[in-house]
């Protein structure tokens, strides 16, 4: 049975294989600081285009994005995030235990938006007696979010605006980058993202790697000694070379952007069998996540035929259900579930 | 110009100063092990009807608050509280610190139900993967409220329901509560608490001492190696004997309970002022805080002559404010302000 | 019996009584922003020769030490200290809990050294990956130590050097600054401390006060949003004029100096009594704390008639003991002590 | 330049990546809960003799010791360890970041005693107010230590004792365990160590995977809602089946066994070696870490043809350093530096 319940059910390139093949018996020095990883942070400096960056392999979103924020915030500040943020809902409080308050904004269809953010801000400062309440101390967008939407263009920028007049860092979660920059009539590019954000983050784990997200951090200043935090959270992995040899492949030929088009394309054709037939979605999102609301009749038919998730319920007789494509999804089984539809 | 701003603006209960006095230069020895901590523990111990209690005397209700929930919860496990709840916005994420989330639900009048606690804790099981979200460890509540109500004994008894049917420890902050149990129409006696609670505190700050909360752990389980918490956790007072000196003169002839009974008694004519003159409220609170909504000409004119907080914008023209009596609120003071009314 | 246990056996210096009395019933703004607090730091600003500095006043020791550390340091960071440091043995790890590790250096009678220092600074950065060990950020000493010995000028002068060779600020513990700076031979003044120190306290639980400790903070980039750190840690003070109103008479009229030079006094009385009778010291203090070496027999003829602290075992036969004098000390209790001796 | 720095100079053992190509395809669920976890878990259940433990796979030692260790001790308490445990020098204060401090003992030849630990749990129940103290709440060895050596049987079976007699959890760390078994002279078996420890883990990262510790919790008490800990530390492999089909592959037909000997008879080579030639060793080490002491002109020469770590300068002339050998050491390698000595 054909599974569309994630990103992450098969392994990995097998390009990537291939190059761990070949690599195998060579023998690095550890801890990310191989020709492999040097190379590879070189290929992502030239996909965003610029070189001033520095560049971190870890091998997991959740690390990645516990690492980052606590090294960004003083101890009583939080992070700005949206409700539907996977660092408030999907990673076990691991921000709150490196003792950082989630500061959750509600959020339409995963986005955060920028007056949001002025808000919280206006009444933070206002208060009689700040020191109460936990200072806002930085900003945490997913591009594609959650719920597989994107911000534009002007929404980033409105949010940078923002993030500038107050002097908050802003951290995009890129988990799912490449399918979010390869989304239908996306206007962002990944020099966008590098210009706008402070410190990001392009996920492998979802995009055809083993595992392990490349952390760019743009801004200077949040630079200094970022290895001593991810090796004190557990994130340094010994043979950082794993990390390398995988990013240095995605990001070759374009094979990151390729594989992203792919899984969106796929995303398409599953969208568009559903609207088809008339199905309404739980949110519109142009990425590799799609949100159909299914009657129950067609939740047990469909679920008979492949895996994909339980999202939400919507009423007695309808939910909301997840269907994932990926890197790795085929033709053939959007075909055969098209049919099904 | 007279505060009805807060319930602290005042030294303590002249009563309080002259044991101080008294006892000056008396030797004892430290950290809340002397014979006035021991006499302290004693009289609350008569006062809640039952001497099986571990009580421990700290400074302040947000230290209180931290080191009891901390002692409590594992490391993946959050508090849950009402969205208004101390620990959720007024104590500079003092929880977070400590490594837990907050995990706040929407409550009506500040006070949170029985069904809200079952319905999280029903979807948290109820997840597949519930390791990947915060898993509820205690129920948070605060008695009065931080809006001045209270929960009647059902809704108690509710409440302490379902945090058995889960096995959640069940922690009163009773930074007001005497002003609580002396509430208009309350049907909650000091002994349920105890009975209801697994860890609770009487105020003192807020009920008439210069400083301190008298933690009373009365679930067994919770009771091993407290004092090392408090320790750590920067609430181990030195010269601890102030505080039982403290707590004892509180808890002698029923003193904390009749300064409570006053506190309320000029609340209430303050809000009978009010509601002669066909004021509403934001809430309807039968303790020593009122929440009026005023007109702005009304607001202007009554801050020329009281001090009081602002609360929250009602709309263009109307605010509510808060008017907080206490043990040291005058009669006279009271009449003047009912006058200006 | 008289106890010479510690320095914080009696309350507060009479005239603090007196004055928490007078002001019992005045109505001020809570959390240290009355005329209170604000007249104690200008009084403190005028004892240490400067008004540039933030004053911000902590109820008690380990909460002053754990703060201050935690506000300074990154995560990633440690703290050097002497391994017979408060923050290193008798804080319960509250440092640890806020996320640090103590780098504790081994040290000569309670004193560190610069070079001591100096040494790990440079093996720290000599290392071939330094992020895989803990980075010193921050120097931590006691003044007087805590087995009662004082830095000379010029040790604090060098200590100074190599924190500023390194960039890491300075935190000089002064639970016992009064008595330190009064210690027979002592050639540092309070103002030398005020300009070597990056953050320093001036006790007062130990040296006259009921309870309380005055954070000074020296260093301009240390100050911002310090009270974020004191809420967030629990150290806020609701009424927080007891300890304006505490430290503003113990720096009235010198009387902070006064208590210091009487309880060394006292001490030099039970020092030169031993001396004369033969005794030798575990270490050599010129201040309120004394730590003869007595002879089993000896140890139980004085416990039958005085309290005093076990604090090694020497040999068999031979024990160290401590007696502590403080502001509170009588002239006749040491009398007797000496009589006895 | 062949490389005896370390033992993760290289990639994986060929069949391990034989297997992830030939799975690569396959879709599986997440998190560990695929069945190539289950399968490795029962092939280390078989190799250690008992399947009543619970098994979870995690990406590295630092991760596995603060998962495991903040899972373990309540936040008043602290590890025990010696002076060279990994988590006291190596981890950049990971522990302590999860709160707790590293009580590190002298010991010989990097081997706890069991007298020291007795020692230490004495003393601290035996203070006067232990709760001004961090309590020892476990005890962390490495099998083999960080210098090579290995526990005999008698040893380990006395620090269990003492753990027992105080209710201490003994946790193992296994990064280097296949080697610390094959040591010459070993006399402790695997089933030993599941039988001492409430917890260990089986190394993979050093021992011929490309990454990943096996963690075996034995003890019932212990294992309750591991997976959050997991997860909140950032320890959850989205595809944890590479982890799985890493295990499963080194514990089929005793390979994890079999490299570990062949690592350990390559170092024996090269300590046999330096014997010969009548150099000494900084300490007597039976596995695969050999430590001679090597005068400077030896030094140079040697580090002209070979890579290895610098350990410790003994004296002027005389210098300690590492040479590491591993499952994809080559006996052609190993020829040329015995050739070279």
Redesign the interface.
């Known amino acids: 049975m054909?599974?569309f319940?994630?990103d992450?059910?098969?392994?990995?390139h097998?390009r990537i294989?291939e190059r761990?093949?070949e690599?195998?018996?060579?023998?690095?020095?550890?801890?990310g600081e191989d020709k492999y990883c040097l190379d590879a942070a070189l290929k992502i400096g030239s996909a965003i285009g610029r070189h001033d960056v520095d560049i971190h392999f870890l091998?997991?979103?959740?690390?990645a994005n516990?690492?980052v924020i606590?090294?960004i915030l003083?101890?009583?500040q939080?992070v700005i995030c949206a409700t539907t943020g996977h660092i408030n809902?999907?990673?076990?409080?691991?921000i709150?235990?490196?003792?950082?308050?989630?500061l959750a904004l509600p959020a339409v269809n995963g986005l955060l938006s920028a007056d949001a953010i002025d808000n919280i801000m206006k009444e933070h400062f206002a208060e009689?007696?700040?020191?109460?309440?936990?200072?806002p101390g930085m900003v945490y967008i997913s591009f594609s979010s959650e719920v597989g939407t994107v911000y534009s263009l002007a929404q980033l920028k409105d949010i940078k605006g923002v993030c500038s007049k107050y002097g908050l860092p802003l951290f995009i979660d890129g988990a799912r980058m490449g399918y979010g920059l390869a989304a239908e009539g996306c206007d962002v590019e990944l020099s966008d993202i590098a210009s706008l954000a402070d410190v990001f983050y392009l996920g492998g784990?979802?995009q055809g790697a083993?595992?392990g997200e490349a952390v760019v951090i743009v801004n200077d200043a949040l630079k200094k000694?970022f290895?001593?935090?991810?090796?004190?959270?557990?994130?340094?992995?010994?043979?950082g070379?794993?990390l390398g040899i995988q990013f240095q492949t995605l990001f070759e030929d374009g094979l990151y952007f390729e594989l992203s088009r792919h899984a969106v394309a796929q995303a398409m054709r599953i969208r568009d069998a559903f609207r088809a037939k008339g199905y309404s979605f739980l949110v519109d999102s142009p990425t590799n996540q799609q949100f159909p609301i299914l009657h129950n009749d067609m939740l047990e038919s469909l679920s008979g035929k492949f895996k994909f998730s339980?999202w939400q319920k919507v009423d007695e007789n309808h939910t909301a259900v997840r269907f994932c494509t990926s890197w790795?999804t085929t033709a053939e089984a959007v075909d055969a579930l098209v049919a099904s539809i």
Chains 1, 2, 3, 4 share one sequence.
Request: glycine fraction near 12%; charged fraction near 20%.
């Open positions: 054909y599974h319940q994630c992450y059910s098969e392994g990995a097998p294989l761990l093949q690599t195998n018996m060579e023998q690095t020095v550890g801890y091998t997991g979103g959740t690390q516990m690492t606590s090294s003083r101890p009583y939080g809902v999907h990673e076990t409080g691991a709150e235990h490196s003792g950082h308050k989630v009689d007696g700040p020191e109460h309440t936990v200072q784990t979802k083993l595992f000694d290895r001593y935090n991810i090796k004190q959270n557990g994130g340094m992995l010994a043979k070379r794993l339980i790795a």
